[in-house]
């Protein structure tokens, strides 16, 4: 066990919705990192906070959008869903978000749009 | 081509075997350099971590990069079934995105 929590743990959902996915990040560590996991394009990575503010983006579509909270949670908001959109989502976190930080994953959402 | 190329798999080993996992990459400006290893439906978990190019070992487990080849391995030495898993490398340069590779399946057969 990680350390870090992600709900839920499955969603499945229709074409044209919104869902959103939630982390908890271990206690103590202040970056969170998203990432989506797919058969054909492999762990990509979507966007990392650090404290509140949004430090990297990477790979994030424009109907994507993520946030961090004052208590350190952070959620990925996913809208106008696509087939191509299920996948695993990843969320990690590490302590201060420097590259040579160790990231901690946690369990995933696999998200199903049908 | 793609920033990090690994090969695919599935690579199927016997137990005591030693396994070497291998990634190359095209951005010189990476530093830093992981192995991740990823159960079925399970979060990836850091294996190894290496700054630079060099050598380093953790138990069964040696990490080496060959910054001037743009070459990264993983070897395991004594592989148990245990070890079967997907294996992702992944790379990074201080500011800029984490780049994971494809991920290598290994099974060690009894």
């Known amino acids: 066990d990680s350390g870090v929590t992600q709900t839920p743990k499955h969603l499945i959902t229709a074409t044209g919705q919104r869902v959103t996915l939630r982390c908890s990040p271990r206690s103590g560590d202040l970056s969170v990192y998203w990432y989506q996991q797919s058969l054909d394009q492999g762990l990509q990575f979507l966007i990392q906070y650090y404290n509140g503010e949004e430090r990297a983006k990477g790979n994030i579509l424009e109907r994507f959008s993520a946030q961090q909270f004052p208590d350190l949670h952070s959620e990925l908001n996913l809208s106008s869903l696509e087939l191509g959109d299920s996948a695993l989502y990843f969320c990690a976190s590490s302590v201060e978000g420097l590259a040579e930080d160790t990231q901690y994953f946690g369990p995933g959402t696999r998200l199903t749009v049908l | 081509q793609k920033e990090v190329e690994q090969d695919p798999g599935p690579l199927s080993v016997p137990e005591g075997a030693i396994v070497s996992l291998n990634c190359t990459y095209s951005n010189s400006a990476f530093q830093y350099f992981m192995w991740y290893r990823q159960y079925s439906r399970k979060g990836p978990e850091l294996l190894m971590y290496?700054?630079?190019?060099g050598n380093k070992e953790d138990g069964r487990f040696t990490a080496q990069v060959d910054k001037s080849s743009k070459y990264i391995s993983l070897f395991i030495r004594d592989s148990q079934p245990s070890d079967s898993a997907t294996y992702l490398c992944a790379m990074r340069n201080y500011g800029q995105n984490f780049v994971f590779g494809p991920g290598t399946r290994l099974s060690v057969l009894p």
């Open positions: 290496t700054y630079s190019s």
